[in-house]
């Protein structure tokens, strides 16, 4: 099983980017990412 999740860029909160992510990993997902309101890469975390 796999679900979507939204990760969120964490300076500005604009969600840029979805992924598919494992059911059974309860950790939340961080990665560093070009955010385009940003204009530079920043961490994104998974939302919820
Ligand atoms: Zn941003």
Redesign the pocket.
């Known amino acids: 099983m796999r679900k979507r999740i939204r990760l969120i860029?964490?300076?500005?909160?604009?969600r840029?980017y979805t992924a598919m992510k494992h059911a059974h990993e309860k950790e939340r997902m961080s990665v560093k990412k070009y955010?385009?309101?940003?204009k530079?890469h920043?961490v994104h975390k998974e939302s919820k």
């Open positions: 860029c964490e300076v500005c909160l604009s840029n955010c385009n309101r940003c530079k920043t």
